[in-house]
C-alpha cells in the first residue's frame, strides 16, 4: 500500500513539475530567478531574447558584476520577501542594447 501511495505522490510531483516547466518556458514575459547571492540560476528563452543572449549566457551569472547596477536594490527587496518590481531602463553587461 505504501509503495502505490509514494507512486501516486511522485506522478502528481512529476505532473506539478512539468506544469510549471511548460508556464515558465512560454510565459509571454522575461522571467529569471535568482539564489541568495545574487546569481541567476534560472531564466527563460524570453528573458534571454530581451537581454539579446543566450540562456546559457544569462544562467550562472552574478548580478553583483554587472555592469548596471540598478536593478540590484530591487532585487535585494525581493530577497527579503517584498513584491517589487523594476520600471526603467537597463544597460546589460553582455551587449550594447539599451532596454
Request: proline share 3%; charged share 20%; net charge neutral.
Amino acid at each position: 500500500m505504501l509503495r502505490l501511495e509514494a507512486a501516486a505522490r511522485e506522478k502528481t510531483v512529476n505532473t506539478s513539475k512539468e506544469r510549471y516547466r511548460l508556464l515558465l518556458k512560454h510565459s509571454p514575459v522575461g522571467i529569471f530567478h535568482y539564489d541568495t547571492n545574487l546569481v541567476i540560476t534560472y531564466c527563460n528563452e524570453h528573458f534571454a531574447d530581451i537581454l539579446h543572449n543566450s540562456v546559457d549566457g544569462i544562467v550562472g551569472s552574478n548580478m553583483k558584476t554587472f555592469n548596471d547596477q540598478s536593478i540590484l536594490p530591487t532585487s535585494r527587496k525581493a530577497l527579503k520577501g517584498e513584491m517589487i518590481h523594476y520600471e526603467g531602463q537597463y544597460y546589460p553587461t553582455f551587449n550594447e542594447a539599451s532596454i
